[in-house]
């Protein structure tokens, strides 16, 4: 079993920042990527970032296209933590964010489904 927890999620106004935090805590050795998503209300919940997790340097990410150069994912290996600064922020980032896990076995990297383990989520609102 692995568990999450994030936090860190606010009301901000448009242009500024957060940063979000996901502990990562149990059989850690069994998920590879951990990633970034959300859900905004009537919407599908989507894929924000994504990293390998548990190796210091890594430069397997992905972000989505809208937040490409405002957001970073990154990660305290030693720690078990992954992070999402959020930088210059929209009113369409409104949403509820959700830290995820998945297991080495797990499916199409992109796919909710894929991800076997989920955080409680943490509201992030915009206001213009």
């Known amino acids: 079993q692995v568990h999450l927890v994030e936090s860190g999620g606010g009301s901000i106004q448009a242009g500024g920042s957060l940063r979000l935090s996901c502990a990562v805590s149990?059989?850690?050795?069994?998920?590879?990527?951990v990633a970034w998503f959300r859900q905004a209300p009537g919407k599908e919940r989507e894929q924000v970032a994504r990293?390998?997790?548990?190796?210091?340097?890594?430069?397997?990410?992905y972000y989505l296209e809208s937040v490409k150069g405002r957001f970073i994912i990154s990660q305290d290996t030693a720690i078990n933590s992954v992070y999402l600064q959020m930088n210059t922020l929209e009113p369409e980032d409104t949403a509820m964010y959700y830290c995820?896990?998945?297991?080495?076995?797990?499916?199409?990297?992109?796919?909710?489904?894929?991800?076997?383990?989920w955080g409680q989520g943490t509201q992030v609102t915009v206001s213009s």
């Open positions: 995820a896990a998945r297991k080495r076995d797990g499916g199409a990297l992109w796919m909710p489904e894929s991800y076997r383990y």
């Open positions: 149990g059989y850690t050795h069994t998920i590879n990527y």
């Open positions: 990293v390998l997790f548990g190796i210091p340097s890594a430069r397997d990410t």
